[in-house]
C-alpha cells in the first residue's frame, strides 16, 4: 500500500486532518511512528487526546477496525496509550512490539 492509498482523501475533524485508510497490517509502535512519518508532510499518530476525538467521531470518519489503535502519548518509558475502537476505553500498553492498529493524523 502507497502512501496516497492510506491517506486516501484526509476527513477533516476542527484542526485535525485524518487519513481515510488505516495502515493495512497492525504494528508495533515505533513502525507505526515511523510509517506515518514516512508519509510526510506531516502525517503522524494521534496524540491520546487526538484518538479520543476520532473514536468521538469514529462514524463520520470511518474505516475504523474494532480493535485498539496506537497513539503517540507515552505513560512512561515502558508504556504507550492506545485507544480502543469497540469500547471507546483508552488504555496503556507496555508492549511496544506489540501490533495494533495504525490511523495517521496531521494538525491544518
Keep these: 500500500m502507497n502512501s496516497s492509498d492510506i491517506i486516501g482523501t484526509p476527513i477533516k475533524i ?3 486532518e485524518v ?11 515505533e513502525d507505526a511512528k515511523n510509517a506515518c512519518i514516512k508519509l510526510g508532510d506531516g502525517w503522524r499518530l494521534p496524540t491520546l487526546e487526538e484518538a479520543k476525538i476520532l473514536f468521538k467521531h469514529r462514524n463520520k470518519i470511518g474505516g475504523f477496525q474494532k480493535y485498539s489503535y496506537w497513539t503517540s ?16 476505553k483508552s488504555d496503556y500498553n507496555f508492549n511496544k512490539n506489540g501490533p495494533l492498529c495504525v490511523r495517521a493524523v496531521r494538525t491544518i
Excluded at 19 to 29: E, G, R, S, V
Excluded at 80 to 86: D, E, L, P, S
Design 14 to 16: 476542527g484542526n485535525l
Design 19 to 29: 487519513a481515510q485508510n488505516d495502515f493495512l497490517d497492525k504494528m508495533p509502535w
Design 73 to 88: 502519548t507515552e505513560l512512561a518509558s515502558n508504556f504507550i496509550w492506545n485507544q480502543g475502537f469497540t469500547s471507546g
